[in-house]
Every structure is written in C-alpha cells, then in structure tokens.
C-alpha cells in the first residue's frame, strides 16, 4: 500500500516521504536535502507544483505595527479599495492611527459599533464570556440565544429568531425562508420581488437580489445570475402591484411543464443605504404589505443597516407603520461583534425545521453576550432618544451646509443618524473624493454610491461631537468651493 501511494508522489514529495518514514526530521531534509527543494525563510517547503505539504516548525504570528499596507498589498486579497489610512485604537467616537493622529469617527464600522469603540458595558460583557465559554454547537441548549432571542421577539414582531453572523447569511437565511415557503405553497418558480438600486449582501443569491448591476458583473452562469428574482423601482406603488401581477401568472411554456409560478415574498429595505441613503415611502410599503397579504406572500425587511435603533426607532419598520413577516439584523446588533438575525413571524416563523438552515458559529454565547450588552444599553442609557435629536441636528447643520455651498451641495435625507447628502452632479467631484478630503481634517465619512456621503457615527455620539463634525465637513467642503 506505501508503494502504491507513492506512485502519486512527486519526486520531492517521495523523497520527503521517505525521510520521513525513515524517521529522519524534516528540518534535516530541508537543510541537507537536494538543492531544488527550497527552505522558505519560515522553514516551510513546497513541492514543485508550489503545493504546500508539510512544516518544519509552525512560528507564532507577530502583531505586525509597521509597513502594514505593504504587507497587505502581497497578503491581502484586494477586495476592498483602502483609504491610507491605518487605524490602531479607538475610545467612544475617536480613532487614532499609527502615527497618533486622532479622527473624529462618522463612519462606525459601516453602522457597525452603536456603542463607539472601547465600550466599557460591551468590553466587560465579552470579556467576562470570553472566561467563561465563548462557543459550543447549536446541537445544545445556550443561555445567551435565548436571551437574546427573547429580547428581540419582546421588542419586534418577531416571534422567532435565527442567528447567524452577517447581514449576507442574514439576507440569506430570509431568501432560503421564501422559497421554502413558496414551495409549500405549490410554487416551483417561486419569484422574489427586490428593488432596483438595493443591496442585500455579497453572497451569490443576496448579490443576485442587490439591484446593482455593476455588482453583477463578472458572476453569471449563461449570463444569468441566481434564478427567480425580480427588480422593481423604490417607492413605486403602481410598478410593484403591475410585478406581482405579472409574476402570478405562469407562462404557458411552464404549465406545459407542470410548474406554477407565483410571487413568493417581497424583500425590501426601509430605508435604501448603498443605493445612497433613500427613505421608504409609507404609500409603497402599505402597497407592498397589502399585496402579500392578498397574494399570501411574505414581506420581508432588510433592517442589517438601519436597525438596532439607528433610525430613532429600534426597527426602520417601525418608521413606515408596517409589519413585516421577516426582518432581518446584523451590524449593531453586536456593537461590533460579528452577528446576524433573521427574524419571524407567524406562519413565517415555523417554515424552515430541522436540516433546512443552519450557522456553525450563529448565536453562540460570546455574539450573543454582545448583543445582549448593545441591548442592554439601548433600554437603559436612552440611545433612542440621543439617536433623534443628534439626528435632528445633524439635518439641520447639513442642510446649513447645503445652503451656504450650493454649487457642490444639495439634497439631505435619512433617518435618525443613517444621514446622507447629495453631491450635485455638477459639482467637480465625486463622494468618494469629498471622504478623503475629511478624511484631512480628521473626520471619517463613507460614501453610499457615487454622489452621496454617509453621515453614520455611533449612536453615542454627543452633542459636541455632531457640531465637530460639521465644522470638519465645511473645511472639507469650501476647499473646493
């Protein structure tokens, strides 16, 4: 049997191979052994296909502090467009970087750290986890889940919770929900309406929903993305009912085949973040919530940015007077800490059973002692509250802005501190350029498409430090007036 394997060897491997099983070390081999076998500085060796196969001694990792960009630039895969900027330490709504310089922070992690960075309730809560047991499967009964879960069905509509780690597998979990549902209800082409300039996530179905076409690009399969979605127009009540309409009716070709087509769910965000900061209409989500109803599809909300409270309510739904049969969480929810929830109710909340859906780390105790801590402060530190009149502040002082720079500067819209400001197309530059112009004065701010910038710090953030960030975005703007 060993010859025969290592007929499938290649010559560096079966001279390896038999250094080790001769009971020769391997750090022997690499330094005596043929000249054609390079020993890599950290005493790995590859084979000639450049496979890795093997390591002479594992050495711990160094917490790198200089040439970080270099070593992402040869480590990293470049998935994102950085700003050069290192980031080494944050304390409430304050960064600091490498070199000490401290940035005024309105960018939290993408709407991501609601409690700011160092939080003392969220530090201790996952600290004192961490001592204790920090992750077991989901075979077992956790403390920390249903608590969580608990506390989001008292406060939603929710009667039942799913949790995972992302706003993605979040999105996804919601998609995999619809269609179990849709099946149930004798659809096999069951047809998920999205709308046109969202985003849902970066999952091949969840970026199938985003109705982006630029993040299409590059991921079909016969020119197709995943199959059974379909776009519509934001806040057009009449375009989505004429969609449904169409989407209930099986072509012919299909029910020579045996197959029904049918309107399975409507998957919207209340308020639109990557499509450049665009509020939900009530008229268009009590059409949406209607047209399930009549239909029996399911409504689902995409809250994995705008929820947990950045709205000034907990739930964006709650700013558009409809309930949702499904919402979705993540980002705030764990004030940083990498969790997702996909919430139900009613008939929703017991379609999908054992085996049909599952998360190796979702809702394990340290996520959960997490959200429990963000939850913790937003019922007993007032954040809601803090949350609107930041908000209207903010508003208020952009729209000053808007004013006083009318040729760069136009619309203001969102909710609470989800706040965005049009770059008008006349204007001789893009979001982009504006965030790393504040970016200069100490002030962090992230683009939601082309022509808007994202206003979204902490829900924390004070007084003073709104009216900071103001004065920081003006020396920003009037360069280039």
Known sequence: LTNLKMLFLTRQQFTAALFLLSGSSVTSFISNGPSNVAARSNNRWMSSSSTRIG?????????????????????????????????????????????GKEYLDFVAGIATCCLGHSNEKLTEAITKQMSELHHISNLYYI?????????????????????????????????????????????????????????????LATITATGQPKYHEGFKYGGEMVRGFQYTPYNDPDALAGLVKDMNETPEDLKAEGRK?????????????EGGIVPGSKDFFKTARQLCDDNGALLIMDEVQVGMGRSGT???????????????????????????????????????????????????????SAGLAVAACMAEDDILTNVQERGEQLTTGLQNLATKY????????????????????????????????????????????????????????????????????????????
């Open 55 to 99: 390591a002479a001694k594992l050495e711990p990792p160094v917490l790198l502090t200089d040439h970080v960009p270099e070593v992402f630039e040869e480590h990293v895969q470049k998935t994102y467009g950085r700003y050069p900027l290192t980031i080494t330490s944050g304390k409430g709504c304050k960064l600091y970087d490498d070199d």
């Open 143 to 203: 403390p920390q889940q249903a608590s969580l879960a608990k506390w989001l069905s008292d406060n939603s509509v929710a009667d039942k919770v799913f949790f995972c780690n992302s706003g993605a597998e979040a999105n996804e979990g919601a998609i995999k929900l619809a269609r179990k549902y849709g099946s149930q209800k004798g659809l096999t082409d069951p047809v998920i309406i999205v709308a046109h300039q969202s985003f849902h996530g970066r999952t």
């Open 314 to 368: 907990l739930w964006g739904y709650e700013q558009l007077d409809v309930e949702p049969d499904v919402f979705t969480s993540a980002k705030a929810l764990g004030g940083g800490v990498p969790i997702g929830a996909m919430m139900a109710k009613g008939e929703a909340a017991n379609v999908l059973g054992p085996g049909d859906h599952a998360s190796t780390y979702g809702g394990n105790p340290l996520a959960c």
């Open 406 to 481: 009318p040729d760069i500067l136009g619309e203001v819209r969102g909710w609470g501190l989800l706040k965005g400001i049009v770059i008008k197309e006349e204007a001789d530059c893009l979001a982009g350029e504006l965030v790393g112009d504040a970016m200069k004065e100490g002030l962090l701010l992230v683009p939601a498409g082309l022509k808007v910038v994202r206003f979204v710090p902490p829900l924390i953030v004070t007084e003073a430090e709104v009216n900071m960030a103001l004065e920081k975005f003006e020396k920003a703007v009037a360069a280039r007036a």
């Open 261 to 273: 087509r049918g309107v399975a769910a409507i998957m919207m965000e209340p308020l639109q973040g």
